[in-house]
Antibody, heavy 116, light 107 residues
């Protein structure tokens, strides 16, 4: 059974940092790209970035809204991908989902709240 | 960036109806267009990829078409579990971008 499970969300103050993790199972994780998508409360979906697989040198792509503040990494030995979020802003408050192209289902999402 | 515009933003339909949702890209997205369904309080679910290919496990009542800048999602024989928000996403060019969503609710 395919599973993606996010963890590490919570409340953080503006300007702070947080790392969210996603652990995968049920498919050959190392072969696949991983995306992060977020959804602010009551809003639509926003793609925020992608990390490619080893064959593609683990290269990354980011949305302009997070570039320079967020970074992605992965540890294929742990079937895990990480989203490091720095210099957080109130507008980063959202549910963060990890997903993999052509793989279902997505993770259940994890709430990150940026507030003082 | 490629802007994705969905229409309508919401629609009301009855059980058994056929509905069509349109997604327009501001630039050529080729066939690299996906459709997602999101039920209240749930994670999005992939329905269609490559504009018209059905994701494994998705019923054939869902179909997609189009290429370039104009795409459609059609849902036949609408059932209560189909009332949800539908999003398109282009993945031809970075950054990947979603449409604003189409809410399908019960008439």
């Amino acid at each position: 059974e395919v599973q993606l499970v996010e963890s590490g969300g919570g409340l953080v103050q503006p300007g702070g940092s947080l790392r969210v993790s996603c652990i995968a199972s049920g498919f050959t994780f190392s072969d696949h790209y991983i995306d992060w998508v977020r959804q602010a409360p009551g809003k639509g979906l926003e793609w925020i970035g992608r990390i490619r697989n080893k064959v593609n040198k683990y290269t990354t792509e980011y949305a302009a809204s997070v570039k320079g503040r967020f970074s992605m990494s992965r540890d294929d030995s742990k079937n895990s991908v990480y989203l490091q979020m720095n210099s957080l802003k109130t507008e980063d408050t959202a549910v963060y989902y990890c997903a993999s192209p052509y793989i279902e289902p997505w993770g259940q999402g994890i709430l990150v709240t940026v507030s003082s | 960036d490629i802007q994705m515009t969905q229409s309508p933003s919401s629609l009301s339909a009855s059980v058994g109806d056929r509905v069509t949702i349109t997604c327009r890209a501001s630039q050529d997205a080729s066939i690299y267009l996906a459709w997602f369904q999101q039920r209240p309080g749930k994670a999005p679910r992939s329905l269609i990829y490559a504009a018209s290919s059905l994701q494994s496990g998705v019923p054939s009542k869902f179909s997609g078409s189009g290429s370039g800048t104009d795409f459609t999602l059609t849902i036949n024989n609408l059932q209560p579990e189909d009332f949800a928000i539908y999003y398109c996403q282009q993945y031809n060019t970075y950054p990947l971008t979603f449409g604003g969503g189409t809410r399908v609710d019960i008439k």
